[in-house]
């Protein structure tokens, strides 16, 4: 079988309004691969920002994949969260990014978005706090065909650094 190892850090965020951030992540991947070693989902400590605008999370990846096809190459879905003082959680923005195809170091930035929503839950979040959210995040890059009724905004980017390592792809042939 052919063999995706990835290692590699969530660096951290920039470009969001709120302090206290922290990121959920996940890899998913099509039916022909199978994750031999590491985490596949996971979340970063939080970080509040007292120069500027970047959180730094340096958390690390390190996962191992096996696959007998190239369908389904494995993405990572993020999740920016904030904390406010009393503990509560809220989304920030939500974001994918494909894992890169070629073997080397890659330093990627992962732009996010999230719900708009109606003036209404504006105002309400404004005032109370928290917002809209998806109910099924994950489906954020399965190509839903209800994702085109979605009002968005820009958020913040994530930065990542990824090392990618291929092994045994030349002999389904696929060169790298």
Do not use: N
């Amino acid at each position: 079988m052919a063999e995706l190892h990835l290692i590699g850090q969530i660096v951290g965020a920039s470009g969001f309004p709120q302090r206290r951030l922290f990121c959920k992540w996940g890899l998913h991947a099509g039916g022909a691969w199978k994750l031999l070693s590491g985490l596949g989902a996971g979340q970063t400590q939080v970080d509040d920002p007292q120069a500027d605008d970047v959180a730094y999370w340096c958390h690390p990846l390190d996962v191992h994949f096996a696959t007998k096809g190239l369908q389904g190459w494995p993405k990572l879905h993020l999740q920016v969260w904030h904390q406010d003082g009393l503990g509560r959680s809220e989304v920030l923005g939500y974001g994918f990014c494909h894992v890169p195809a070629t073997p080397g170091c890659h330093a990627l930035t992962c732009v996010t978005w999230r719900p708009r929503g109606t003036w209404r839950e504006r105002l309400k979040q404004r005032l109370v706090g928290g917002g809209p959210q998806l109910r099924a995040p994950e489906t954020v890059a399965a190509g839903g065909a209800d994702r085109f009724r979605l009002r968005t905004e820009a958020a913040g980017a994530v930065h990542l650094q990824l090392g990618v390592l291929l092994r045994h792809f030349g002999r389904y042939g696929v060169e790298c």
